[in-house]
Each structure stands twice: as C-alpha cells, then as structure tokens.
C-alpha cells in the first residue's frame, strides 16, 4: 500500500461520542413521546409499537457499540493496532453489524405493520404486505451472510490459524447496503399514491409531507454509506482507511436512529395537540374550514362509513366500534381518521 506508514498519533475518533449522544437523545425521545401518545392519551397500543421498541433498542446499541469501538482501534490506523485488539477489534465490528441489521429490520416492520393496519386501499395494503415478505426474507439473509462470512467461522478474525478459509467477496457486504437502499425506497414511496387523498387540513398536509421528507433523509443516509463502503477499495492511505471507518460508523448511527424518529413522529401529533392545541387547529381553507366545518365533514365521513355496512341493527356491536373511532381520532385529531373509520368498516 502506498502512502506514509503508520502513525499512532492519527486519530479521527472525535466526532463519534457528540453523535452517540445526539442520535441516542433523539429516538429516546421519539419513542418515549410515541408511547405516550399510543398508551396514555389514545389507549391503544398495535404490534407496531412493539416492533419499534425493539428497534429503538438495538438503534441505541449500535450508537453504544460505537463508542466500545473507540477503546478497540476505531479511528486509528489499523496498522498500529496490537493482535489482540484488531481481533476484539473485528469481533466488535461484527456484532455491531448484527445489531445495525436487526435495528433496520425491525423499524422497517414497524412501519409496514402501522401501513398494513390503518391503510384502507386495499391495493396499497396488499403491496406492504408483500413488502414486509420480502423485507423478512431478505434481512434473514443478511443475518445468515453476516455469520458465514467466513468458514470457519473464526477465521473472519484468526487468518493465522486459518491459511485458506473460504470468506464472502466485497460483493456480498455491499449487496447488504443495496438491500437496505431499495427496501428503504420502497417504504418511503408505497404511501405517497394516497398521501394526497387524505381528508386533513393543509397545514397537516404539509406536515405528513415534512414527515416523508425526513423519511426520505434516511434513504440518502443509506446510499451514502453505499458509496463509502465502495470508495473503500479506491484508498490507498492508511489515514483514509481510519477516517473512512469513522465515517460509517458515524451513518451507520445516523440511519438507524433517524430512522425510528422517523417512524416515530407520525404518532406523537396527540401529545402536541393535548399542550399546544392551537397549532392543530383547523387552517380555515377548504372543506374543512372551522370547528363547524370540520364538524360537518366528521357528520358525512360517519354517515357514509355506517352506509357501506348495508343494513345492520341499531345495536349492532360495530355501530359502537366505529363511534368510538371517530370519538378517539376526533380528540387525537389524527390527520387520517376517516380512513380509519372506513377501515373499521371494511373489516366487519
């Protein structure tokens, strides 16, 4: 390899602790806020709420990792390192690996899970669905990759017992980051046919495309460390090997985190509107304009979701689910409550 030799002195491991503690803050607080929304206020929890807890856990393992990182070589040149810390060094690097997986897989399901149950185009809940299939099938490979990575299975961190171990190309790790590029786009887009269909003031309108906005964040996140991953065999410093190290890690933090704030902050409009309520009044525009309006519209949208029923009796048990819908999405004034309210229709 070309360049200077290695110097003890570099070391790029600076920004890693500020990041820990930015991305570990933030989805502590989305998922905080979120379950407060879902379990005090709404008094509704879904499976989707467990599947994020599970990956706000494992996103805030990946930040911790991280900084174990810094104690085994992270952030400097690997040549200086000693045996035994390049082994735990290699060690650790697998299992944060395992770990920023399982973080992305669950928040991803999460997400399929919320679209599958509150979406009412059929052709859009089956398309998650489907999603959320290949999704499984996919990150189930990348786990089964990451832990045949070489055969034997030590001989990813021991090439001195081991003289000619089978070991995954490049190839295989990269496919990783481009799994996770096009299962990321497609979350991000399945919704957006429908977005606009949605009966919400235009302020909560632009705030639900602010929201895939910041989703779309993390598609770039994923696609740049891509692009790290890739200029990896075009360096030819040992300087820009460790700085380059950094510098996933520091992505592999941002996605992961960013990524549950983002499936997060959909579901924590009841917790604002409950202490500043006048930010999520109606804008005045349109159909909705007013608390007469908006009330007239909930009239309609209730009227034509007991209709689709056909004929049922008065006491009919889901007369009283959809009123008590509409009463919950009326107070959480949820951005997507008639659909909500013809999904409970439909499903009877």
């Known amino acids: 390899m070309s360049g200077p030799g290695p110097d003890p002195n570099i070391y790029f491991g600076q920004p890693i602790v500020p990041v820990v503690v930015i991305t570990i803050v933030l989805s502590t607080l989305s998922v905080a806020l979120r379950f407060w929304s879902r379990a005090v206020i709404l008094r509704t929890l879904a499976l989707e709420d467990a599947f994020i807890f599970l990956a706000w856990l494992f996103a805030v393992a ?3 990792c991280s ?13 200086v390192l000693d045996d035994e810390t390049r082994t735990s060094n290699l060690k650790l690097g697998l299992a944060t690996n395992v770990i920023y997986i399982l973080s992305l897989f669950f928040v991803k399901t999460s997400i399929l899970c919320l679209y599958i149950r509150i979406l009412t185009y ?25 832990f045949t990575g070489c055969i034997p299975f030590d001989a ?6 081991y003289k000619n171990p089978y070991c ?11 799994i996770n590029i096009a299962t990321d786009f497609l979350i991000f887009l399945l919704p957006l046919a429908v977005l606009h269909r949605i009966h919400a003031p235009r302020k909560q309108k632009i705030a639900l495309y602010c929201v895939f906005l910041l989703a779309f964040c993390v598609c770039i996140i994923s696609t740049v460390r891509l692009i790290e991953f890739l200029s ?4 030819n410093t040992l300087s820009d090997m460790s700085r380059n190290a950094v510098v996933v890690a520091i992505l592999n933090m941002l996605e992961v985190n960013i990524a549950v704030v983002c499936a997060c902050i959909t579901t924590i409009k009841p917790v604002f509107a409950r202490f500043f309520p006048r930010l999520f009044a109606s804008d005045g525009s349109g159909s909705e304009s007013g608390s007469g309006g908006e009330s007239e519209a909930w009239s309609g949208e209730l009227e034509r979701a007991r209709a689709c029923r056909g004929r049922r009796g008065a006491d009919d ?5 959809i009123g008590h819908t509409a009463a919950v999405l009326r107070k959480a004034e949820e951005p997507s409550r008639p659909e909500a309210i013809y999904d409970v229709c439909r499903r009877t």
Do not use: C, E, M
């Not at 990896?232 to 360096?235: E, G, K, P």
């Not at 048990?317 to 689910?321: C, G, L």
């Open 156 to 161: 990813l961190w021991d090439k001195v017992k």
């Open 317 to 321: 048990p889901v007369d009283h689910d």
């Open 122 to 146: 059929n052709n859009v809940r089956q398309a998650a669905k489907a999603l959320l299939v290949i999704v499984s099938i996919t990150h189930a490979w990348i786990l089964v990759s990451l």
């Open 168 to 178: 995954h190309p490049g190839s295989v790790y990269y496919s990783h980051s481009g």
């Open 232 to 235: 990896i065999r075009f360096i």
């Open 62 to 64: 990946t930040s911790l």
């Open 67 to 79: 900084i174990i990182a810094l104690k085994y070589g992270l952030g400097r040149q690997y040549a």
